[in-house]
């Protein structure tokens, strides 16, 4: 009894603290994150301790707290601690438990113990692999996977669903193990080789998640092209109109020179007047100074106008940005892709609004679109119906960057987007 209270309390100290270093997007700080996984630890302990003293300790003893486990711990990392999409943090416990059941395989294929539980000998291979997995997670893997989780944007879903068939079959395996009398060469050379096989498709599941990752980036350098044309399209068009103003300046000199002779200053002053509003008309709306947001602004102003969308925008932003240009383009670009994508589902009038204002460092950016009334939410994120709504991620990974903050909200037909930005002074934008 005592040996195995002993094991159950090495566990539930690795599971706390792989636990608070899975949180690749938790919802809370630093701080309450490790004081609801050290609380969760203390609450399955003693529901262990209480399974353990009211009945007989046996294999299926074992096997419920076996089990008990992935439920318990899961249940709170899914629901409580991480703010990802339920598929991305099933995901990701369940690749842990996947571990967590080849370093139980592993103790007691070395020891021929239970489950690798039981003995002095376990206890210190039990804390040795955690240590060195640990190690290894933190120091080398953990950035490349945080960079890999968090730029996902579809196909999570599936992902899920084969590490928790692949979780299943190490259990399976496990159970196998414990039963098998006679753990002979034979046998361990066929559970090495299944726990071989389940390790490539680890690897092949994290490859194809990086590679659903450049997808994504390769449609984030397509609309950053696009914009760019857009913009050298308006320069030609500025061009344009300036070789034609040079051109046609000689003429209007005339017909102000002729008006002189005659002595019609009225005549001028119409003239001049018609000249002037002709050549506004022919002058586009500038929204700010900063070359790179007026083209952006000013590229989906005419895309939004030519869908019939009404589109209004204001821009306040001081000469010395404290946010690169390319972050502000991204997180607009992804706003007003969004919303036109959003007016265009709906029927009746249909219009976007977009705010940006800036104070001292502080950026607040806010987008308003018209929208269908069923848009569905997850961990207050909308939800298409094939996707986690396209730019979403990269807006928040670009909100992540500045430290700052991302809502988003539908009131009475109207989506709001709403982006607040922490600058820093020593940024040169230019």
Known sequence: MTDAIITNIINNIFHVVWFYNLVLEPKYGKKK???????????FQGVIVAIFTGSSLSH??????????????????????????????????SAYYCLWTFIYGVISLLTGSFAGAGSAPVWILRIFLNLIFLSLYVGFFKNRIIQIYRQMQSGYGMIAVISGMTFVMMSVLLFYNEYKQERDMEHIIMMAISYGFLLIV???LFYFMAQANHTHQLKQMCLHEKLLLEQISSYEKIEQNARQARHDIRHHNLVVMELAIQKDC?????????????????????YCKNHALNSLVSAYSKRAKQQG?????????????????VDLVSILANMMENAVHGCMKTEGEREIEVRVQQTNQMILILCKNSCIDDILFCNGLPQAQDHEGTGVRSILNTVEKYTGDADFSVKEGIFICRVLLNGNDSIETR
């Open 202 to 204: 680890y690897v092949l």
């Open 60 to 93: 299926y003893t074992f096997f419920l707290a076996y089990l008990l486990t992935a439920v318990f711990f899961e249940g709170v990392f899914v629901c409580v601690l991480s703010v990802s999409h339920p598929a991305k943090s099933a995901f990701l416990i």
């Open 309 to 325: 969308i009404a589109f209004y925008a204001e821009i306040h932003l001081e000469d010395a940005l404290t946010v690169l240009d």
């Open 33 to 43: 994150t490790f004081f609801i996984t050290v609380l969760t630890g203390l609450l």
């Open 266 to 286: 009225e005549g001028i002053l119409e003239y001049l007047e018609e000249y002037e509003r002709v050549e506004a008309q022919k002058q586009e709306k500038r």
